[in-house]
């Protein structure tokens, strides 16, 4: 369904693909969103570090652009694992499922001793 913005607009927009942008970012699941975030950086860093808009910085700012990548991956390596050892650390313990499993084994045992099934 294509309808006119504004009768002084020339312009085309397609409603039901921006209803379709707005519920995919919306529904953006977390690797969307890295990556996202990942492509922004990454551009950011292609257009200081290769000068692609010739902004003329001065040549600290390369030098310091330059080895950004390494940086971030020393930065996510060390966010990913405080994130394994916090969620390590406050883990829940299942008791009630737990009784409730070795029940079910239990269980499961006797009806299989049942069937003549040697353990």
Do not use: H
């Amino acid at each position: 369904m294509w309808i006119i913005l504004d009768p002084k607009c020339r312009g085309f927009f397609n409603y039901n693909f921006a209803l379709y942008l707005c519920t995919v970012f919306s529904t953006m699941t977390k690797l969307l969103e890295w990556l996202l975030g990942a492509s922004l950086i990454g551009m950011a860093w292609g257009l200081v570090t290769f000068d692609l808009l010739d902004l003329q910085l001065p040549p600290q700012y390369r030098e310091l652009a330059w080895p950004m990548p390494v940086y971030l991956l020393v930065v996510f390596g060390c966010y990913s694992l405080a994130t394994v050892g916090y969620r390590v650390a406050t883990f829940n313990d299942c008791e009630d499922a737990a009784k409730e499993l070795q029940a079910q084994i239990k269980e499961a045992k006797e009806d299989l001793k049942k069937k003549g099934l040697k353990m």
